[in-house]
């Protein structure tokens, strides 16, 4: 049972362009979530993150928006850039549930931009 | 400074074989965790260590798989009597405080069991 979705396996847009990608979750008790990217032969890396008393977190070109009621949430980065080309692994956290350091992760979307 | 490394970075191995997976985490980081990503998958927690002690195993798929941190720094992973479905990539992080947006990952090892 996937409790956090990530639909679309990849998205591909044109430099310059905003990038939109997309998660969903199920569990109720999830109230800290994550976006990491991960290039081939490297581990995924901290982008940027959000707390679920938060609807928006920006930190330059991404921002990440939370939507609780939908239980869904999107990370856009605007202007794309080639080097943003890389798989956007979606996590939760339930940190008040007391596993604050146990992360839940999505498959992954895979975002090619093109110059 | 020197992230978080792995070695091997590749290991191939035949079913029913034990296999160990190392972990060096960044100096300092108290806290270590395993995840396991399966072939189009995300990662899937393991284990979380904070100091010497698993303070959490609960995502150990069986009593094939055991993890150790002896001195509180590296850890091995094991895995006893190697299946197919072993295969995958084993990555390892360490945070500083066992903050989840301060886990920092090094670039895994390919496990194949043939």
């Known amino acids: 049972d996937q409790q956090v979705k990530q639909n679309s396996p990849s998205l591909s847009v044109q430099e310059g362009r905003i990038s939109i990608l997309n998660c969903d979750y199920t569990n109720s008790m999830f109230d800290y979530f994550l976006w990491y990217k991960k290039y081939p032969a490297e581990g995924p890396t901290f982008l940027i993150s959000i707390s679920s008393i938060k609807d928006k977190n920006e930190d330059g070109r991404f921002t990440v928006f939370l939507n609780k009621s939908a239980k869904h949430l999107s990370l856009h980065i605007v202007p794309s850039q080639p080097g943003d080309s890389a798989v956007y692994f979606c996590a939760a956290s339930a940190r008040s549930g007391g596993s604050n350091y146990k992360l839940t992760f999505g498959k992954g979307t895979l975002l090619t931009v093109n110059p | 400074g020197a992230g978080v490394s792995q070695t091997p970075s590749n290991k191939v191995t035949e079913k029913g074989k034990y296999v160990e997976l190392r972990c060096d985490p960044i100096?300092?980081?108290?806290?270590l965790y395993w995840y396991r990503q399966s072939l189009g998958q995300g990662p899937e927690f393991l284990i979380y260590f904070q100091g010497t002690g698993a303070a959490d195993d609960s995502g150990l798929p069986n009593d094939r798989f055991f993890a150790v941190r002896p001195e509180g720094s590296v850890s091995t992973l094991k895995i006893q009597r190697t299946e197919r479905g072993d295969s995958a990539v084993y990555l390892c992080?360490?945070?500083?405080?066992?903050?989840?947006?301060?886990?920092?990952f090094g670039p895994g090892t390919r496990l194949t069991v043939t």
């Open positions: 992080a360490s945070s500083p405080s066992g903050r989840i947006d301060e886990q920092y």
């Open positions: 100096s300092g980081h108290t806290a």
